[in-house]
């Protein structure tokens, strides 16, 4: 291939303990897109973060075009046109879009101090050429939305002159309309020659923007396929190396009995607005919508992180009048977040203090704990849910994001929830966690607890859910039990168009 | 569009950040005015700009820091500190220019230690600081003999009382570093480096940038501050003061908070320092002229720059709404 | 394997622990006077008032909140008592007159920083002015000397060969540790230092929580003011200065982190020992008191530097055992 930019030979990285990368061969043409895939562990990350010069491997080589190369640091990559857009953003708040696009290589005017003006003119011009010029330069990146700050992060790595551009998981935190502009602007770029590395875990953006793909498992390379040569269930399979028949299995079920109502239900903020909904004793109910919907808030707003500005909240029958978690979690309500590092664990805390957070003052109402007695609980729930941890006084940050999530889970079912929120629970977590937790969700309302599930991944909601809700600008605006909708149809409402209530 | 919105809020956020102190400061010039009536008097107005610099200096390296998420506790003690060294150096007979330099020399060693200790020993600043308070705070008594010391030189009376266009030089030094102060964190690499530290340090990381080095020159900046104000406040006492500056950094710390700048996220400015230090001073300044007994000095002051920083951040509350949802 | 857990997990304070055992056999072998059983008693009570103060304390660091209000609430308490006395109270009611006091001052500072929302830095600092104004305006600028018998035993006393000061602060030491470590508060402070959004949403109390660790703090202040007056048999104004920061020192010297969320109650004692050990020794030493502070710096900066060492050497293990963690 004579248009190849970049080639990997035989890369080995090893942690102590692990050989995160394993003789790993790979190689980038200009103008394409090249998604790296795996599980969480398989590598993908380690491989990307070699090629940006931020790991230093043991052993293989790395060419540019025919020239061996050896990266020090980051800063050794950029300077051969190599630059990332991370997942993490690394953009400073507080200063504006156009020194953060030239952040520490402003411009200098004669007197050695920084030009501003002409920083402002050249950031400008990036951003111009993406088809971003809305963004105002001069405004400090904090006031932006995630996707502009995207676009400005793209806008800082093509500062570079780049010949090969890293995405790392680009879309995390994305609506479904800002990834197809963000797809529209990739598309570009490839299209201007450079060649892309794009780092996702994400089945159903492949085909849209994907030429090659290239499959890691525990630090080797499994295959370097075309796009249009695999269909999804032999990508799964390649990733998690075993047979999956059915990703979302659900058990026969009967509902009995309504446990959650909302009867125009709104927030203060004018986020939510009067939503009716139902939740019945083991059922699963899906709400589905774009990022912004207003889902998240309608969670919060059901389980009193945020108060109510208008309309009723019924749990088992009850009227919540003032919410509060305290209030809500007393009627057995328990939320999975969608930010588990952030919002989900105390990560610094051992697996058993997080796992009986909720539950400790129900097992000891009277004023002493016994340190005895929670090891038994805790034990009995690690085994329970399977965490992988080789104790249970081991630091929650030590886990992987799948371990995590079962933690959590662990946190609730020990607090005998049975009214279950889960917004967005396999975000961040490898094929084969994920499966677990569907299964989990299965058998729980198989139990006879009831959840409710936020995502913006749609086939999990229709793989997953009994009954789902569209939310669309804060209002519901469709139901369908399962089956009833396709995919489309739903997607239509998500966006506003479908239906008879088109909001905006 | 959106963008653009956003841009004015943001303007209209920027222009009705500084009004708290603003209003508190002229209720308190309404009220000593009312008080006394030598307050309103010009003399006074230039008396409580040449009573600001030293802590105004102060406030400002203490800015710079605060704006990287630290805490500079070791600001006052340096200034003890510089008050000590110069006289004394001059004492031991060094000409007291030299000693001056080596003084402020001095200082920025010390802010640099602080820097290297913060950075590489990736410990709290206020930690770091905290324990070079105590240390400079010895060097002082132990240099003093825990009293203060003189020596009679016509430079400091030529300092404290010289004008240029009727305003005191104090003043215009002020001012000039002001200057500097704002060129460093706006038109500089370091500048946008110190943004960086209170926003994201990963971002200065991936960047390939060493978080020392930076670090080092904040604190050594903020050392040629403090060092500026020991000279200036050494020259006003005609002495070295080993206890001075106690207290000083809180102080600063207050001003800094009331001129806008956040301790949490890395926003903010120099420029709202000013009016912090500002209100602090005129307090100070007012309830002396007005007479109010020493007794009831101390509590006064403490309740009034407390809630003056207590209705500063419910008003800011109150606006940024937005940011306040995510909990 | 459970065990080599444990003392990994105890690990925080494992410097301070080494610490501690360093400055003891140092100071047994150049100091001759050290190790005597009437030293070792000096350096209890010269320790007990640190010891009350930082144990409070501890629970506001751990909720990743500071309290510098320490030392002047405790001088505030010791002077209202004072007036009291001598306005002729009933010893026991000026006690809890004092205690009220204290857990007025942790309300006031659990309010600036739970709903007001300041940076409890600047907030008990505010706080921390105004008391120790109210501490001058409450004692006139004087001193009160000579206050009655009944109350300056608790302070100067003994029960048997040792100080009943001792003991009071032994007794605080074990209440705070039962608080924090056997019971639901306990857990719920650790929750919220060491992630506040998520103790949030794990229905965790955290208004109440953020309250009672204040409020934990003004009381070990208020008795600690109490003590001191006793044992000075006097009161003044600004007697309670010098306690503020050497408090918070004890406290992360000990191992607690200012993140929050880690740490404890047995580190505060080593961490607060510590710093005794060094005082007393230098003064059997002879060293020029204004040389102390110097050496008390060093000690904080290395302890920590120490601490934070060997954090990050256990996350540097930790992350590089699961390197590819997205």
């Given at each position: 291939m004579?248009n ?7 890369i ?7 050989k995160?990368l394993?003789?790993?061969d ?6 394409e897109?090249?998604?790296?895939v795996g ?14 010069g ?8 790395i ?11 980051t800063?050794d ?16 708040p507080?200063?504006n879009v156009?020194?953060n696009?030239f ?18 003119r ?12 809305y ?12 996707a ?25 935190t994305?609506?479904?309309?800002e990834?197809e ?9 490839k299209?201007s ?11 159903q ?11 890691l ?8 396929v075309?796009?249009?040569e695999?269909?999804?269930m ?9 047979d ?6 659900r058990?026969e079920n009967?509902?009995?009995g309504?446990?959650l109502r909302t ?28 990022v ?5 808030e309608?969670?919060r707003?059901i ?9 009723k909240?019924f749990?088992k ?42 539950s400790?003052?129900?097992f000891?109402?009277?004023?002493l ?5 929670i090891?038994?609980i805790?034990?009995d ?12 006084y ?12 079962k933690?959590?889970?662990a ?11 889960f ?9 084969g966690?994920?499966m ?7 058998k ?10 936020i ?10 859910s ?38 905006s | ?5 956003r ?13 708290p ?5 002229l ?9 006394s ?16 610099v030293?802590?105004m ?10 704006l990287?998420q ?5 600001l ?6 510089v008050t ?5 150096l001059?004492k031991?007979g ?19 230690i602080n ?11 206020f ?6 308070q105590n240390?400079?705070?010895?060097i002082?008594?132990l ?9 009679y030189?016509p430079?400091?009376y ?5 004008k240029?266009?009727g305003?005191?030089?104090?003043v ?5 570093m002001f200057m500097?102060?704002?060129v ?14 209170g926003?994201?340090q ?11 080095k930076p670090s080092?020159?904040i ?7 403090t060092?500026?104000?020991?000279l ?26 009331l ?12 420029g ?13 300044n007012g ?5 109010v007994?020493?007794?009831?000095q ?7 720059i407390l809630?003056?920083?207590v209705?500063?951040a ?10 306040g949802?995510?909990? | 394997m ?9 690990s ?9 055992a360093?400055v003891?056999?140092i100071?047994?072998?150049?100091v001759?006077e ?14 007990s ?5 930082s ?7 751990l909720?990743?909140?500071?309290d510098?209000s320490?030392?002047?609430s405790?001088?505030?308490?010791g002077?209202?008592?004072a ?13 809890l007159?004092?205690l009220?006091?204290?857990a ?5 500072n659990?309010f600036?920083?739970?709903i ?6 600047v ?16 004692m006139?600028?004087?001193i009160?000397?000579?206050?009655p018998?009944g109350?300056?035993w608790f302070?100067t ?5 040792i ?43 955290i208004?109440k ?7 934990m ?15 000075l ?6 007697m309670g200065?010098?306690y ?5 020192a004890?406290?992360?010297?000990g191992?607690?982190?200012m993140l ?10 080593i ?7 060094i ?5 059997l ?10 050496v008390?710096?060093f000690?904080?900066?290395v302890?920590?530097?120490f601490?934070?060492y060997s954090?990050?050497?256990?996350n ?11």
């Open positions: 004579d190849v930019i970049l080639t990997t030979r035989a080995t990285k090893e942690f102590p303990g692990v995160a394993d003789s790993v790979f190689d980038l043409r200009s103008g897109v090249h998604i790296l599980e969480n562990g398989a590598g993908k990350s380690t491989l990307s973060k070699v090629i940006l931020a790991y230093i491997p043991e052993g293989g080589e060419y540019l075009g025919d020239e061996k190369v050896s990266f020090k640091s800063r990559a950029l300077q051969r046109g190599i630059a990332a857009v991370y997942q993490e953003f690394t953009l400073i507080y200063l156009a020194q696009i952040f520490n290589r402003e411009p200098r005017n004669k007197y050695g101090l920084i030009d501003h003006k002409k920083m402002e050249d950031a400008k011009k990036l951003l111009e050429s993406l088809n971003c010029d963004i105002n330069v001069k405004l400090p990146t904090k006031f932006l939305s995630v502009e700050q995207q676009m400005v992060e793209i806008a800082k790595a093509l500062s570079f002159n780049p010949r090969i551009m890293v995405f790392d998981e680009p879309t995390a994305l609506s479904e309309r990834v502009s963000l797809f529209r602007r990739i598309k570009k770029l299209e020659g450079i060649g892309i590395i794009y780092v996702s875990h994400r089945m953006e492949f085909k849209h923007i994907g030429d090659r793909i290239t499959v498992r525990d630090g080797k390379k499994i295959a370097t075309n796009i249009d695999v269909n999804d032999e990508l799964v399979n390649m990733m998690v190396g075993r999956i028949s059915q990703v979302y299995h058990s009967h509902f009995t309504e446990v009867e125009k239900l709104s927030d203060k903020k004018g986020r939510v607005k009067e939503v009716d909904i139902t939740l019945n004793k083991g059922e699963i109910v899906g709400i589905a919508g774009l912004g919907a207003g889902r998240t309608l969670a707003l389980f009193g992180i945020d108060p109510i500005g208008g309309g909240l749990i029958g009850k009227e919540i009048k003032d919410n509060s978690p305290v209030k809500i979690v007393k009627e057995g309500v328990g939320m999975v977040c969608e930010d588990r590092k952030r919002m989900g664990l105390a990560l610094n805390h051992s697996v058993m203090w997080n796992t009986v957070a909720v400790l003052k129900s000891f109402p009277k004023l704990i016994s340190h005895k007695k090891v038994e805790v034990t729930y690690v085994k329970q849910l399977r965490v992988a941890t080789p104790d249970i081991r630091a929650c940050k030590n886990l992987s994001g799948g371990n995590q999530q933690v959590v889970l946190k609730w079912l020990s607090a005998n929830t049975d009214i279950m929120i917004d967005e629970p396999t975000r961040g977590i490898d094929v966690a994920k677990e937790i569907y299964a989990m969700m299965d729980l309302a198989t139990e006879g607890k009831s959840i409710l599930m995502s913006s991944e749609l086939p999990e909601v229709i793989g997953m009994d009954r789902i809700y569209i939310m669309n600008n804060g209002r519901i605006v469709g139901e369908c039990k399962r089956g009833e909708l396709s995919a489309d149809q739903i997607g239509a409402l998500m966006l506003g168009v479908g239906g008879d209530s088109c909001a | 569009m959106q963008a653009n919105t841009a004015k809020s943001f303007i209209t956020d920027f222009v009705r950040k500084i009004p102190v603003l209003w508190i400061t209720l308190l010039i309404t009220i000593f005015s009312m008080a009536d030598q307050y309103l008097k010009f003399s006074n107005f230039t008396n409580i700009l040449v009573q600001s030293p802590l200096l102060v406030a400002f390296a203490q800015t710079l820091i605060v990287t630290g805490t500079d506790l070791s006052g003690a340096q200034v003890s500190f000590v060294l110069w006289i004394y001059t031991a060094l000409p007291i220019y030299i000693a001056a330099i080596i003084s402020v020399v001095a200082s920025m060693f010390v802010g640099s820097g290297l200790i913060v950075s590489k020993g990736k410990i709290p600043p930690i770091a600081t905290l324990g070079m240390i400079l705070n010895s002082s008594m240099l003093t003999a825990g009293a203060s010391i003189y020596i030189h430079l400091f030529d300092v404290t009382k010289a240029i266009i305003i005191p030089l104090v215009w030094i002020t001012a000039f500097v102060t704002w460093v964190l706006y038109k500089t690499k370091l500048g946008a480096q110190i943004f960086g530290l926003g994201n990963e971002a200065l990381t991936l960047a390939g940038i060493n978080l020392v080092i020159k604190y050594a900046f903020a050392g040629l501050l060092s500026v104000s020991g200036i406040t050494t020259c006003r006492l005609e002495s070295g003061q080993p206890v001075v500056g106690a207290g000083w950094e809180f102080e600063a710390v207050a001003a800094t908070l001129g806008g700048t956040s301790l949490r996220e890395g926003k903010g400015g120099i709202g320092t000013i009016f912090g230090v500002l209100l602090i001073t005129i307090l100070k309830l002396n002229i007005s007479g007994p020493s007794l009831y101390n509590a006064i002051i403490g309740l009034i809630m003056s920083i209705i500063d419910l008003a800011r509350r109150m606006k940024s709404y937005e940011e949802a995510k909990l | 459970k065990k080599y857990m444990e003392t990994l997990r105890r925080q304070s494992f410097y301070s622990y080494i610490g501690l360093l003891f056999i100071a047994s072998v150049i001759k050290f190790l005597t059983f009437d030293n070792i008693i000096t350096v209890l009570r010269q320790g008032i640190l010891l009350i103060l144990t409070g304390l501890t629970a506001v660091i909720t990743g909140n500071m510098l320490v030392g002047a405790s001088g505030l308490v002077c209202i008592c007036q009291l006395l001598r306005a002729g109270l009933p010893i026991p009611l000026v006690f007159i004092g009220l006091a204290g007025l001052v942790g309300v006031f659990g600036l920083v739970g007001v929302k300041l940076p409890s830095f907030a008990t600092y505010g706080t921390n002015w105004v008391v120790a104004g109210l501490s001058i305006i409450i006139h600028g004087d009160i000397y000579g206050l018998k109350f300056t302070g006393g003994y029960v048997g060969p100080p009943f000061i001792i003991i009071f602060a032994l007794v605080i030491v074990i209440i705070a540790y039962i608080l924090l470590q056997k019971t639901t508060l306990g857990r719920d402070i650790y929750a919220y230092g060491s992630n506040k959004d998520a103790a949030l949403f794990s229905a965790v109390p208004k929580t953020l309250f009672s660790a204040f409020i703090s003004g009381l070990t202040a208020a008795i600690a003011g109490m003590l001191m007056t006793a044992r048999n006097a009161a003044d104004a600004t200065d010098t503020g920061l050497q408090t918070v004890a406290v992360v010297v191992g607690t982190s929050g969320g880690e740490g404890g109650i047995t580190g505060t004692v961490g607060a020992m510590l710093l005794t050990i005082v007393n020794v230098m003064n030493l002879g060293i020029s008191s204004f040389a102390q502070p110097m008390v710096g000690v904080i900066v302890m920590v530097l601490d934070s954090r990050r050497k256990q540097t293990v930790v992350r590089r055992k699961q390197p590819q963690t997205n």
